[in-house]
């Protein structure tokens, strides 16, 4: 009877221990799974749509005075690394400045800025620059378009911005970034800064930015090599968005 009740207990002890094992095991594993990341809570439906397009240029342009600094008088910045707004879908930056206010986009300078706008503000804004000439102005100083440091990287970024590399799962660029470099709610390259094009081909790359809904530019930055994303960088940076064929 003795020996029956210490095998009793002893396979109800060993029973318990087990299980306190498997529930370790679930825990470590349900910790070691990421939690899904929201790269942006901005939804296109037509409410947003709508609230996006309905800004005060005017009121734009006097809120528009702090961004001057950085990125120029008229939208065109004096610095490569930071980018030109001049002409840029409303769109297209208004989702970026909901993301940079909702952190999904960070930047110690963007995020403070953004945060204090708005989103009447934000509309207002993205009218302004959306409706700022792009032509060339004698008394500006803009940096694009930049002189290309590799003529030869042109023929590289020909290729992918046209026919992408199907072999690698990349697709052209035009077909996001229209075949003159522009399309309605995509990033407008047709005017920006090479460096700025560089960095952030870099960010979304190795992950630092990661507000592109469903990943795309994350999993084809990550797909190209260093040279290709100088070359497509250069291509843009010089104003050859224009004519993508072009690789002279």
Known sequence: MTCNSRSFFSGKFL??????????????????TPPDRIPSYV?????????????????????????????????????ASTPNLAG????????????????????????????????????????????LPVFSDPQDN????????????????SRLISFGDGSRGIPPCQACHGPVAYRPGAASLMNQNSEYVLNQLEAFANGSRANDINMPMRTISALLADNERHALAEFYGSGMGLDPNSSK
């Open 15 to 32: 029973r318990f221990i087990l299980a306190g094992v498997a529930a370790s095991s679930l825990l470590v594993v349900a910790n070691d």
């Open 43 to 79: 939804e296109w439906t037509q409410h947003t749509i709508a609230a996006a397009s309905s800004g005060d240029a005017f009121r734009g342009m006097l809120l528009a005075k702090r961004c001057e600094h950085c990125h120029g008088s008229e939208g065109f910045s004096p610095v």
């Open 88 to 131: 840029l879908d409303k769109l297209a930056i208004w989702k970026q400045l909901e993301d940079f206010r909702a952190r999904k986009r960070i930047s110690p300078v963007m995020g403070p800025i953004a945060e204090s706008l708005t989103v009447h503000d934000v509309a207002d804004v993205v009218a302004y620059y959306g409706a």
């Open 142 to 157: 803009r940096s694009f378009p930049q002189m290309r440091s590799n003529p030869d990287h042109a023929s590289v970024a």
